[in-house]
C-alpha cells in the first residue's frame, strides 16, 4: 500500500495570495497545488490513497474550499482530509460532505478501515489560534479508536507535530500537550507512524514508540534557522510532498520534490 501525503497548499480565493510576512510577496498556491497533484498522478505505481494534513485553505473560507476541491477533482485516488489552524471546521465540512467519511459536528475526527494501514484523523484545531492542542475528549477518542483494532497497523494523521523542532517561531505555535498525547500512542504499538503538518519542512523524530513526522509544503517552505527567536521567514525551496509505502509489514518513508 502507497499513502502520499500532500501538506499546507494554503488555498486562497483564485487572483488572490495567502498571508505571508512582509517582503516575501505573493505565493501562487494554487498554481503549485495543481503541480503537485499531476505529479502525483504521473506516479507509477499510482499511490491507494492521498491524505492532505491540514491548512488546506489560508482564511477558512467556503470559497477557498470551492476552489480546493475544484484543484483536487483530478486527482486518481480516494482523497482524505485533516483541518490545520488556518482552517474552519465547518465550511471544511461542507465541502468534503459527499464524500462519506466525516462526523456530522464537532470535531473532525475519523477512522478508515478498508485498507492494509489503518488511517485514524486527530483534529488538533484551536479556533482562532496557531497553536495546536488535544483536550480530554479528542484524546479519549484516540484511545478508544487505537484499541478497538489493535492489530491493524495504523497510521494517525494530525496537523500540528507533537514535538519540539528548533525553528522557534514555529515550535511557539506547537501542539501545546504533546506529553497527553505520548501517553496514549505508547500504549498502541500498532501505531507505525504520525503524519503532520504545519511546519512547511521534512522533519522526522521518535516519539512514544513510534516515528512523527512533518511533510514538506505544495508551495512555499519555512526556511530553516535553528538560532534561537529568529523570525518567521519562508523560502521558494522546491515543494514536495511525501510517499509512505508499507510493505511486508514495514512502513518506508520518502520525500519527494516537484520540480520542473
Known sequence: MIVV???DPHIVEPGKSPRTPKGFGPVDTAAF??????????????PDVAVLTGDLVDNGTPAEYEHLRYLLAPLRMPVFVIPGNHDGRDP??????????????????????DYPLRLV???TLVAGKHHGELCAERLDWLDRTLAAAPDHPTL??????????GIDYMDNYGLENSGALA???????????????HLHRSIDRR?????????????????????????????????GYQLHLWREGALVSHTAVIAD
Open 156 to 165: 494517525v494523521m494530525m496537523h500540528h507535530p507533537p514535538f519540539m523542532t
Open 183 to 197: 501517553a496514549v500512542v505508547a500504549r498502541h504499538p500498532q501505531v507505525e507512524r504520525i503524519l503532520c503538518g
Open 92 to 113: 471544511l465540512r461542507a465541502a468534503f460532505a459527499a464524500d462519506g467519511y466525516l462526523s456530522g459536528d464537532g470535531f473532525i475526527q475519523y477512522a478508515i478501515e
Open 207 to 239: 516519539f512514544a514508540g513510534t516515528v512523527a513526522g512533518t511533510a514538506p509544503s505544495t508551495a512555499h517552505q519555512v526556511a530553516l534557522n535553528l538560532l534561537p527567536d529568529a523570525p518567521l521567514r519562508f523560502a521558494f525551496e522546491p515543494p
Open 121 to 123: 484523523a486527530l483534529d
Open 33 to 46: 497545488l495543481a503541480r503537485a497533484v499531476s505529479a502525483v498522478n504521473r506516479l507509477d505505481p499510482l
Open 5 to 7: 501525503q500532500l501538506s
